[in-house]
């Protein structure tokens, strides 16, 4: 059964793609998000609570924007 209060972080350069799945994610029954498009906002919340956000969903381009490299990510 899914934890509907998770709380979700949906990282995108393109606003548009965050609110679909934003939407998405609202449709099953998921409410606690904040999506963002501006890198200056993710690196702004380096300071924030360690645990502010229980699940990150970050698009490549933004991880690359944010000086972020997870190799075991990225598909071969």
Do not use: W
Not at 5 to 13: E, F, V
Not at 34 to 45: Q, S
Request: hydrophobic share 45%; net charge neutral; proline share 4%.
């Amino acid at each position: 059964m899914p934890t509907k209060s998770l709380r979700i972080l949906i990282a995108d350069t393109e606003r548009t793609e965050a609110l679909k799945i934003e939407r998405a994610l609202n449709g099953l029954g998921y409410y606690r998000i904040a999506p963002l498009d501006r890198i200056e906002a993710l690196l702004g919340l380096r300071d924030a609570e360690k645990h502010a956000f229980d699940v990150l969903l970050i698009s490549q381009r933004m991880a690359n924007l944010a000086g972020l490299d997870c190799p075991e990510a990225r598909k071969e």
